[in-house]
């Protein structure tokens, strides 16, 4: 009998600290527009403590719907190849952000628009964090949506309490708070909606 080799998900980790995390992988927006909004968080695990080595990767539709986002933003020094960054100019729809020390993340972006009709806007995340044989996938809706998530076939199925998982709260002018947590823990919060896409 022939034993195969780990495949990534069985092996330990995590290790998204090398090369994964980019300069400005948190700045979705172009730099300085004036319809940026921030949307930020925590990542926390079953017992409540924060994911300190987590990793989020987003994607999302322009403010008008569409999903091209800008390709081959991302520059590398010319000289040693390093990654220097995005260029600052270009919209994305993509972005990848490690949690800090405390399960700490914030993504700089522009609203979400709806990218078909009849689909409600949102940002989509997939989490990657230890303890994870296989990442996670969620999404994140605007507060100004709320009404409309029961609509949705699938968001309406489930009881308003667990849909409030997915709904990000204001926390001032442009700025949003959402927590992920990977895990019911023994206080009131919920787990986080996560959803299968196999």
Excluded: K, N
Aim: glycine share 14%.
């Amino acid at each position: 009998m022939t034993r195969l080799a780990p495949t990534p998900s069985q092996t330990v980790g995590p290790f998204y600290g090398y090369a994964l995390p980019f300069t400005g992988g948190g700045e979705v927006a172009p730099a300085g527009h004036p319809d940026t909004i921030t949307v930020r968080g925590r990542v926390y695990d079953g017992a409540g403590q924060p994911v300190p080595d987590a990793l989020l990767e987003f994607w999302q539709a322009a403010p008008d719907g569409s999903l091209a986002g800008a390709p081959g933003s991302l520059r590398r020094d010319p000289v040693t190849g390093a990654v220097l960054g995005r260029d600052g100019v270009d919209f994305t729809g993509f972005g990848r952000v490690a949690t800090d020390a405390d399960g700490g993340w914030t993504l700089r972006t522009l609203p979400p628009g709806a990218h078909r009709d009849g689909a409600i806007p949102h940002l989509a995340v997939c989490v990657f964090a230890r303890g994870l044989l296989h990442h996670l996938y969620t999404r994140i809706y605007l507060p100004e949506h709320l009404d409309a998530l029961a609509l949705d076939p699938a968001l309406g199925a489930l009881p308003p309490e667990r849909r409030a998982t997915l709904v990000a709260t204001v926390e001032r002018e442009r700025v949003y708070r959402f927590d992920i947590r990977l895990q019911a823990g023994q206080g009131p919060e919920e787990e986080t909606v996560f959803f299968d896409f196999g």
